[in-house]
T-cell receptor, first 114, second 116 residues
């Protein structure tokens, strides 16, 4: 296991379609984060899991967004009825335990909504 | 109000010179953490250095050091002996609350260009 992986790396979709992204964290990491990054900005926190429990969800995450981590391993982020404003890089990160401060980021999924 | 402020959208530095990237933060928490990440053009965020609010000494990691001035609420990144591969976006981030807290806030970044 060499790091956090995300799939797909790029996604182009038409407005109104649903999309789903996957994140595989580093295997022993129990914490998983989703961020959104738009051009010229830093990552913005979207949601956080500890094991399979979703403990926090940003108000940036509208009802069209849902995230799961069913077995405490990989996570999925789904966007329903995509809008052009959803176009961004979606980053996943993981970390180990309470004492670890370092988040390991994946390469991101770049979403383009046309 | 911005929690993390990076006032330098872009910086240039000559190869082998040192460069300081500025970061100021705003929090009322006593326990917090400050981070710097590097984001090359490939897009992946790379952890560089961490400073805890209770750490009395400035953090260092190889060519990176964090100039932590708590009273001024600043956490500047110093890169010594710049290399061409240091050209990237650099983000300052803060974890509010004690270790284990999930909430991380990022600044808008500084684009560093190292000149040969």
């Amino acid at each position: 296991d060499t790091g956090v992986s995300q799939d797909p790396r790029h996604k182009i979709t038409k407005r109104g379609q649903n999309v789903t992204f996957r994140c595989d964290p580093i295997s022993e990491h129990n914490r998983l984060y989703w961020y959104r990054q738009t051009l010229g900005q830093g990552p913005e926190f979207l949601t956080y899991f500890q094991n399979e429990a979703q403990l926090e969800k940003s108000r940036l995450l509208s009802d069209r967004f849902s995230a799961e981590r069913p077995k405490g391993s990989f996570s999925t982020l789904e966007i329903q009825r995509t809008e052009q404003g959803d176009s961004a890089m979606y980053l996943c990160a993981s970390s180990l335990g309470i004492s670890s401060y370092e988040q390991y980021f994946g390469p991101g999924t770049r979403l383009t909504v046309t | 109000a911005q929690k993390i402020t990076q006032t330098q959208p872009g910086m240039f530095v000559q190869e082998k010179e040192a460069v300081t990237l500025d970061c100021t933060y705003d929090t009322s928490d006593q326990s917090y953490g400050l981070f710097w990440y590097k984001q090359p053009s490939s897009g992946e965020m790379i952890f560089l250095i961490y400073q805890g609010s209770y750490d009395e000494q400035n953090a260092t990691e190889g060519r990176y050091s964090l100039n932590f001035q708590k009273a001024r609420k600043s956490a500047n990144l110093v890169i010594s002996a710049s290399q061409l591969g240091d050209s990237a976006m650099y983000f300052c981030a803060m974890r509010e609350g004690p270790p284990g807290t999930y909430k991380y806030i990022f600044g808008t970044g500084t684009r560093l260009k190292v000149l040969a």
